[in-house]
């Protein structure tokens, strides 16, 4: 990711670039606690982390109001494992129910992708291995 981004919606091909990066990566990250960040393009993050999540949920708290869609991707966008698209209100505070498939096999990385309102929100891969 180098250069002016001007478009980060999930079909750009910086954060295409991106989801190829994490899954060429997806092994050493398991090793080293290190990923590529889509915040930051290159910059990589580590450091102490629980091994284990015992639960998940998604909270949604627009700063504008509109039509939003929710998305949870495993992989390059392999599978979507929860979707939800609504209007919702400014300020107004949004716990999303649905169920989540996670694979229990192999290594694999999750990420929640917004889209709306012309912009586009990534939160930091979730890495899952059995």
Known sequence: ???????????ANPMSRWR???TDMIGSTFSSGCFPSARTGSD???G????YVTSLSITFKPVQSGIYTLVVYRDNKAQSVFSWTGDY???TTYNLSG?????T??????????????DYI???PIFLSN
């Open 44 to 46: 990589w993050h580590g």
């Open 122 to 124: 990534y939160s930091s």
């Open 89 to 91: 209100a400014a300020g």
């Open 99 to 103: 169920s989540f498939s996670f694979s």
């Open 105 to 118: 096999s192999g290594q694999h990385y999750y990420y929640l992708y917004v889209d709306g309102l012309s």
């Open 20 to 22: 190829t990066e994490l």
């Open 1 to 11: 990711m180098s250069g002016v981004q001007t478009n980060f919606s999930d079909s």
């Open 48 to 51: 102490s982390y629980p091994g």
